[in-house]
């Protein structure tokens, strides 16, 4: 049968409108990306890097890892999830709310005591813990309160400092509390310190006092097919310029 020119050059102008519409879509494709606390603000700068180098639009949850993990567990429509530590990770691939062979790491962290600015540097830093109330995040099922709890319980004045302890639901809770002079000091992140101008670092925990501190990020079980493109993004030299302009370890650094 003859097929006209006029009908071929249609056909044609289908196929590419077609393809058009597709890669339109894949494009606009949002994905939602569930993250830490603790990565609050460079979370918003790899979602607008990402934004501008795939064209594809990031919607952030923010909140505690053990919130995030919970709800994902529960049915949210996560695309990806990213862990301040492993623990949810596995919680989450025991429950196989996860895709398979998706988990990365994407960066490190430090634990520090921070204090007011005004507060004055000869300070014993273990006092801190222990002569005064202090915040820090939940010790039972935040990262952050894990971390803080294990380094204590190794320099061996964990069962003094509890009692001392202002419980948050989050390390960004904790922070905040210190700003807001509710107490004299806070155990969070290095990099939490570098977001509140009010606060400073008074004492680094010595890094064999505690398991290391590391981001884990992993494809949600049947996330759109940009969670996987998200996760290479994050550990492209671009991302990992972004996570050390905010201070966090390169994925490097945090092995």
């Known amino acids: ?35 830490p606390a603790s990565m609050t603000d460079v979370m918003r700068s790899l979602a607008t890097s990402y934004t501008k180098t795939s064209g594809s639009d990031v919607q952030l949850s923010i909140a505690g890892t053990a919130q995030l993990a919970r709800q994902i567990d529960n049915g949210a429509p996560a695309d990806v999830f990213i862990s301040a530590d492993k623990f949810w990770v596995d919680w989450l691939k025991e429950r196989q709310r996860l895709a398979e062979n998706s988990v990365k790491v994407i960066a490190g962290n430090d634990l520090v005591i921070a204090v007011r600015n005004e507060t004055e540097n000869w300070i014993d830093p273990q006092a801190l813990l222990t002569d005064a109330r202090f915040a820090m995040a939940e010790p039972l099922s935040i990262p952050a309160g894990r971390y803080a709890r294990q380094a204590m319980e190794e320099l061996g004045i964990w069962k003094q400092a509890q009692t ?21 000091a ?7 310190v570098a977001v509140e101008p009010s606060v400073k670092t008074a004492w680094m925990f010595p890094a064999d006092s505690y398991d290391k501190v590391q981001y884990f990020a992993t494809v949600v079980d049947g996330a759109s097919r940009n969670g996987d493109k998200f996760l290479e993004f994050l550990l492209s030299k671009q991302a990992q310029n972004i996570l050390k302009t905010a201070g966090f370890k390169s994925v490097v650094e945090s092995r």
């Open 186 to 192: 806070a155990v969070i992140y290095a990099t939490d």
């Open 1 to 35: 049968m003859k097929v006209s020119n006029r009908n071929l050059i249609i056909a044609f102008g289908v196929f590419l409108l077609s393809a058009w519409h597709n890669s339109l879509v894949a494009a606009q494709e949002k994905l939602l990306v569930f993250a």
């Open 164 to 184: 001392q302890a202002v419980f948050g639901e989050n390390v960004r809770v904790t922070l905040r509390q210190l700003a807001l002079g509710e107490v004299g």
